[in-house]
């Protein structure tokens, strides 16, 4: 059984910048795909980004060019690094992982789901 862990949510304002994190443990040779989705209240689960194997990362459209993932393959932990964040990115963040990658609007495919961690950005 695989366990996430997210660390690193919080308040900022807008423009500012938070780190996110994702430490998973267990049966982690099946975490080969790790992902990020969000969830803010009255709004559907929506999918910010998700790396593979290959270590080659996809991004939504909403976050391009201002959040990038990384992936430590050996310590099995991804880094999901917030920059110019805007109030609209105000949200519980969920950290998901499976053997392989699904796209984004197929999230609950993901077998593996941490508990979530708060990310508030404040006009």
């Known amino acids: 059984q695989v366990q996430l862990v997210e660390s690193g949510g919080g308040s900022v304002q807008a423009g500012g910048s938070l780190r996110l994190s994702c430490a998973a443990s267990?049966?982690?040779?099946?975490?080969?795909?790790m992902a990020w989705y969000r969830q803010s209240p009255g709004k559907e689960r929506e999918g910010v980004a998700r790396i593979g194997d290959y270590g080659i990362p996809t991004y939504a459209d909403s976050v391009k060019g201002r959040f990038t993932l990384s992936k430590d393959t050996a310590k099995n932990t991804v880094t999901l690094q917030m920059n110019s964040l805007k109030p609209e990115d105000t949200a519980v963040y969920y950290c998901?992982?499976?053997?392989?990658?699904?796209?984004?609007?197929?999230?609950?495919?993901?077998?593996?789901w941490g508990q979530g961690t708060q990310v508030t950005v404040s006009s």
């Open positions: 267990g049966w982690t040779y099946n975490t080969v795909c």
């Open positions: 998901a992982a499976d053997f392989t990658c699904w796209v984004f609007a197929s999230g609950s495919r993901y077998k593996y």
